[in-house]
């Protein structure tokens, strides 16, 4: 090994081949500290030409490579596993813009690119990036096609999948696929581009990706409604739906159990809204026309829904100080969450006409066998995607909770999704975390074809081995 280090320091500069333990450490433990690896060495290639020469070192050996971006993933994809025999290739250092194409509406740019600086990038020429997570000050575009990122644009933009147009990949013999293209139409064939988005750095490293861009909204209201029920909150989102139809860009949703978590660490972000209700929806609308046009919608949808007795109290942002507290409070839980101390994740999809009976019975289920949890649910409610994650009663180690009920809580959860016809990954991928939960998700003759692939693709099983699939 003594011999691929130094074959791998003679790559790129020396400097970028990391192999001392204090130089690695921040690259070896995700952003919850769920895992932690070892890594043979960390490499920060700057070309396209730079990975694939690692690449096909790494074949030549048989060491397998983690590819990482900003290291913020939650199922601890770009962790290495504790073999020290992985290498990482982390590609912060590919963070150009190349190109903002203004006539196609297009951004090219470079996986390491942080995608807070593509959104500035793009605002500054008057255009949207429309996906925004909130980690978005330290993920990397790579990483977010990589687990096809969603977030709280989804709604009306689409996830990663659905604005990107094309890409370049590092294969696994270490070729260089050419799939920069910013066409909205191409059908030559079988997708590429969209085998490799959401493949989690098991099939190709993504070295540059071409994204759609949209006109910069002038006009966005941000409010935040008491709901009484999911029901109501739902029948709020079809009224939202049917009235301000692609007006509407953002529909949270954060249960009283999640926002008293976090006014625990942030007392600052209390809910503006009165009595804590068992449901407060953030709705946010924007508009490409007057400003005047888009309040009176939102006051008179509003008016609506107090009339049919599906809300019971809304704060309207009167500036974008305002709108961006909104906006704080709902990503601070996530923050909180990770103060507390360790929880249970589960990022899940439901169908919109399930998801009542999702969440009656899940809740009743797991406080009947886990008494005194708390059910820490919230997420993008206009997608039906839940955060439903389940903390420890308190006063009780999560670490030793998590030890002795992690698996049966996974059970109990993923048996509701299956029972509405869910997924158990809706927006944050598989990595390790959920490894072993995907072939009785996916169903054999799905997991199976994914294997084929992998194997086709990455045949010597170097690509973020042991990371969404086993073969
Ligand atoms: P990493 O964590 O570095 O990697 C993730 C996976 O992609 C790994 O499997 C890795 O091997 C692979 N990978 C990374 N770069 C490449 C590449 N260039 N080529 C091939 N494979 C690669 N996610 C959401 O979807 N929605 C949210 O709302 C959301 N909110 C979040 C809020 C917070 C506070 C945090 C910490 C995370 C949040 N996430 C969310 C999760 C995370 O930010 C996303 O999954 C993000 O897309 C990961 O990007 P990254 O650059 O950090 O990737
Ligand atoms: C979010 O939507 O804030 C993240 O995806 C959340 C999380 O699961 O913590
Ligand atoms: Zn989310």
Not at 45 to 56: F, G, L, N, R
Not at 98 to 126: F, V
Not at 163 to 170: A, F, I, S
């Amino acid at each position: 090994m003594q011999d691929f280090v130094q074959q791998l320091s003679s790559l790129l500069d020396s400097k970028y081949v990391l192999t001392k333990d204090e130089d690695k450490a921040p690259y070896l433990t995700d952003w919850r500290k769920r895992f932690t690896g070892k890594a043979l060495a960390v490499v920060l290639p700057s070309t396209s030409a730079e990975v694939a020469d690692i690449v096909k070192l790494c074949a030549h050996h048989h060491v397998p490579i983690v590819p990482q971006g900003g290291h913020t993933g939650f199922c601890g994809g770009a962790t290495p596993d504790d073999s020290g025999k992985q290498i990482i290739l982390n590609l912060k250092r590919m963070n150009q813009i190349r190109e903002i194409d203004i006539a196609n509406q297009t951004i090219t740019l470079e996986a390491g690119c942080i995608l807070q600086t593509a959104q500035e990038k793009a605002a500054a020429q008057g255009f949207l990036f429309p996906l925004s997570l909130g980690a978005e000050g330290s993920c990397m575009i790579g990483g977010n096609l990589a687990t096809n990122a969603g977030g709280t644009n989804v709604l009306r933009y689409g996830n990663a999948r659905d604005l990107c147009l094309g890409l370049e990949v590092v294969t696994a013999t270490g070729e260089i696929w050419n799939g920069i293209r910013g066409l909205r139409k191409d059908n030559t064939g079988y997708d590429l581009r969209d085998l490799f988005v959401g493949s989690e750095g098991t099939l190709g490293i993504i070295t540059t990706a071409v994204m759609k861009l949209y006109p910069l909204p002038i006009s966005q209201w941000t409010t935040l409604v008491a709901c009484q029920d999911i029901a109501s909150s739902i029948a709020l989102l079809n009224l939202f739906q049917k009235r301000a139809t692609s007006l509407l860009t953002g529909f949270e949703m954060m249960t009283q159990e999640s926002l008293e978590l976090n006014e625990k660490h942030f007392p600052q972000m209390a809910n503006p809204l009165s009595g804590s209700p068992p449901f407060t929806i953030l709705v946010e609308l924007s508009d490409h026309e007057s400003e005047d046009h888009v309040k009176q919608l939102l006051e008179m949808i509003l008016e609506e829904a107090f009339e049919s007795h599906l809300i019971s109290d809304a704060v309207i942002a009167s500036n974008l100080t305002q709108a961006n507290a909104f906006w704080h409070m709902r990503e601070h839980i996530t923050l909180a969450q990770a103060q507390e101390g360790a929880n249970l994740k589960h990022d899940i999809t439901i169908p919109l006409s399930s998801l009542d009976s999702f969440i009656q019975e899940t809740d009743v289920l797991v406080r009947a066998q886990y008494p005194g949890v708390r059910i820490i649910n919230f997420g993008h409610l206009g997608d039906g995607n839940l955060h439903y994650n389940i903390a420890p009663p308190l006063g009780v180690d999560p670490k030793s909770f998590n030890e002795k009920n992690e698996k049966s809580i996974h059970e109990l959860v993923y048996a509701q999704v299956e029972r509405c016809h869910g997924s158990i990954s809706a927006e944050h991928g598989v990595g390790q975390l959920k490894l072993n939960d995907l072939r009785a998700h996916k169903g054999e003759v799905a997991h199976e074809l994914m294997k084929t692939l992998k194997r086709a693709l990455d045949p010597q099983n170097i690509l973020n081995p042991n990371k969404v699939v086993s073969i």
